[in-house]
């Protein structure tokens, strides 16, 4: 038998689900934040916090924006009917924004990438996405160093 879930578990703002490398293995130029096409299930599972972007990147279809290999895990208490866990999903944005975007993923070393997913102060469900370029293994180490300063300096300071 599912497991009963307590309404003090449910999320109804805030965040559900961020990708920490994203900003660490990309150099982020631009964000957006768009809403989801996603269906009742999807959401229900989304309020539990069962969500992963980590390997989530938006595609081209038919000039429109999907986010591919963004993962929501089915719904414990599902009917007789249930979601695919690792569908494409499509990205809900202004019409200008689409052309930004897709042509700057036409462009050669451009990458969409999924930075955080939230529920806004509305309740609604929306995806914080960044357009960027993969990090070299340098840059990644100069990120690295800059973050150890930066904690090291706080320890100095605090002290």
């Given at each position: 038998m599912a497991q009963k879930n307590k309404k003090s578990d449910f999320i109804s703002t805030g965040l559900v689900a961020p990708n920490r490398r994203a900003r660490f293995d990309y150099t982020i130029n631009e964000t957006f934040e768009a809403g989801l096409i996603l269906t009742g299930t999807e959401v229900k599972s989304l309020r539990l916090g069962?969500?992963?972007?980590?390997?989530?990147?938006?595609?081209?279809?038919?000039?429109e924006l999907y986010m591919s290999n963004m993962f929501i895990a089915a719904y414990d208490n599902q009917g007789y009917a249930s979601h695919a866990e690792r569908r494409n999903r499509k990205l809900l944005l202004h019409h200008r924004e689409i052309v930004k975007i897709i042509n700057?993923?036409?462009?050669?070393?451009?990458?969409?990438?999924?930075?955080?997913?939230?529920?806004?102060?509305?309740?609604?469900?929306?995806?914080?996405?960044?357009?960027?370029?993969?990090?070299?293994?340098?840059?990644?180490?100069?990120?690295m160093k800059e973050r150890d300063w930066n904690r090291e300096k706080a320890r100095i300071m605090a002290h």
């Open positions: 069962h969500a992963n972007i980590n390997d989530a990147y938006g595609i081209i279809e038919k000039d700057a993923l036409n462009r050669k070393g451009s990458t969409l990438v999924a930075i955080k997913l939230y529920f806004d102060k509305r309740g609604r469900a929306k995806l914080e996405i960044g357009l960027g370029t993969g990090k070299k293994l340098y840059d990644k180490r100069e990120t």
